[in-house]
């Protein structure tokens, strides 16, 4: 069993820029970010796989950045130039392998969840 921790949601102005942070129990390879808008399905928006390259939404590229401190089993995400549409929680997500289908910005290919964390933009 993994356990993850997210953090660093905050109200923040169209245009900001936010950390989030995602704590693991332990070293886990396949991790990635999703969010979840009110009334909305969960979206995967940037996904980093072991040996591959990083995977974004279209909705993000460009404005977040994934990285991962495997020393600390801790995945970031850097988000700039927010939109009142990225308004949602956030969640993170980890598997010990994928390949359940969907890829690596499908909840299906995830296991662990973390609880959340809510993200405001305000225009």
């Known amino acids: 069993q993994v356990q993850l921790v997210e953090s660093g949601g905050a109200s923040v102005q169209a245009g900001g820029s936010l950390k989030l942070s995602c704590v693991a129990s332990r070293f886990i390879p396949y991790m990635a970010w999703f969010r979840q808008a009110p009334g909305m399905e969960r979206e995967g928006i940037a996904a980093l796989e072991r040996e591959r390259p990083t995977t974004y939404a279209d909705s993000v590229k460009g404005r977040f950045t994934i990285s991962k401190d495997n020393a600390n089993h801790t995945l970031d995400l850097h988000m700039s130039s927010l939109k009142p549409e990225d308004t949602a929680v956030y969640y993170c997500?980890?598997?010990?392998?994928?390949?359940?289908?969907?890829?690596?910005?499908?909840?299906?290919?995830?296991?662990?969840w973390g609880q959340g964390t809510q993200v405001t933009v305000s225009s």
């Open positions: 997500a980890a598997a010990f392998f994928i390949g359940r289908g969907g890829g690596p910005l499908s909840p299906r290919e995830y296991v662990f």
